[in-house]
């Protein structure tokens, strides 16, 4: 599976960014979508994600700011992010799920300054 995200870039605090991500190779393999991500210092951590059957998971502290979506047509799965903060200023990582094994997309960075 390989994985092509975009869509990163500055944006002023509590403005709005939308990422991209596609996927190709075995994609009918794919169980899940996701993002990730990984500030300066810290781990990488899971940001949203969407199974095949639509199930979403959100982290915490971006319930009600993000909202994660596929288009099964297109392969792809998008991050739309509004109210960014500072604290979500990040390289972000889209991620496919296949049975055990998490594939990587090569990180797009967003940075949330004044």
């Known amino acids: 599976v390989q994985l092509q995200a975009s869509g990163g870039g500055l944006v002023l605090p509590g403005g709005s960014l939308t990422l991209s991500c596609s996927a190709s190779?075995?994609?009918?393999?794919?169980?899940?979508l996701g993002w990730y991500r990984q500030a300066p210092g810290k781990e990488r951590e899971l940001v949203a994600a969407i199974t095949s059957g639509g199930i979403l998971n959100y982290a915490d502290p971006v319930k009600g700011r993000f909202t994660i979506s596929r288009d099964n047509a297109k392969n792809t799965v998008y991050l739309q992010m509004n109210s960014l903060k500072p604290e979500d200023a990040a390289v972000y990582y889209c991620?496919?799920?296949?049975?055990?094994?998490?594939?990587w997309g090569q990180g797009t960075l967003v940075t949330v300054s004044s």
């Open positions: 190779g075995r994609i009918l393999n794919i169980h899940s």
């Open positions: 991620s496919a799920r296949v049975m055990a094994a998490l594939y």
